[in-house]
């Protein structure tokens, strides 16, 4: 049943071309128009234009702030893919944050530090068979720090003590924990990295916090390398075919589990994409039943 905030979109008819994501128990399908790649991204801060072949220089100044937050947004997507494919919450698994103990501005200098912490990892027993994937987050303050997912690709337990965590990075401070199962770490850590806590108090002896909601897109500045990870991290499976024929593949034979559309304006057009998320546990726990 939906709640009373939470609108019911009409759902994508299954005669409709759709793309499709599938990561971790999650496939996400959108009816956003398909587009042919014109450009191609070289080398030296330059683009071949597919269309002429002609190679040109990037105006990286040129972008406004709301081409920045719509950047920012498609990168946050792309990462909570990656996040939904790779980490479930296992005992192989961990959450650490890194922070610095003096204003750290620079984010040049975060990802020098954090490559530094990666070659003290690895020299690590438990490093040997572990993949990451570090987002970089910045504070009202100004300054910035890091989260980092691990996992030991073995899938035996990873335990690591903050006290080791805290030796490894000794730039500030360090927060080791583990993420439960039943946590969707996606959304779990895609809330830190978008919302922002603009008030905490205590009310009645209980704390709340006041969020704003993605405000923290806004603190992200201009061409912001925002993630980096291991080779073995995987990428979501991404395919273009019939609705019908995605849900047919994938053994989905429930109505979507969230459905929500978002507008933007290309040229004179308003174009309108919905996007539905599927749980894949539906079916599993479907056929739990009928054994």
Not at 22 to 39: F, L, M, N
Not at 138 to 147: D, E
Request: charged share 30%; aromatic share 10%.
């Amino acid at each position: 049943m939906k709640s009373k905030n939470e609108k019911a979109y009409d759902a994508i008819p299954k005669s409709a071309m759709v793309k499709a994501y599938q990561y971790g128990k999650t496939v996400e399908i959108t009816d956003a128009p398909v587009t042919r790649q014109v450009i191609q991204v070289m080398s030296g801060h330059r683009y071949k234009d597919l269309r002429s072949g002609v190679v040109k220089d990037m105006h990286r100044h040129s972008q406004t702030r709301s081409d920045n937050i719509k950047s920012i947004k498609a990168t946050m997507a792309k990462l909570r893919r990656m996040i939904g494919a790779n980490f479930h919450g296992g005992l192989n698994e961990l959450w650490v944050t890194l922070t610095y103990g003096t204003l750290m501005r620079d984010t040049s200098i975060v990802y020098r530090d954090f490559k530094i912490f990666m070659q003290r990892v690895r020299r690590q027993a438990w490093g040997t068979s572990i993949e990451y994937l570090a987002v970089i987050e910045p504070q009202a303050s100004g300054s910035w720090h890091l989260h980092v997912l691990f996992k030991r690709t073995d899938k035996s337990r990873l335990y690591v003590p903050n006290s080791m965590m805290e030796q490894l990075w000794p730039h500030g401070f360090t927060s080791t924990k583990r993420l439960k199962q039943t946590d969707n770490v996606a959304a779990y850590l895609m809330a830190y990295l978008t919302d922002l806590v603009i008030d905490e108090q205590y009310i009645k002896g209980k704390k709340t916090k006041q969020i704003a909601k993605g405000a923290r897109l806004y603190l992200y500045p201009t061409h912001t390398r925002l993630y980096r990870c291991s080779r073995g991290i995987k990428q979501p499976i991404v395919e273009h075919d019939y609705k019908s024929k995605v849900l047919a593949r994938n053994k989905i034979h429930h109505d979507a589990d969230r459905r929500y559309k978002r507008s933007y304006q290309h040229d004179d057009r308003k174009i309108t994409i919905t996007t539905e998320f599927y749980s894949l546990r539906k079916g599993e726990e479907g056929n739990e039943k009928n054994d």
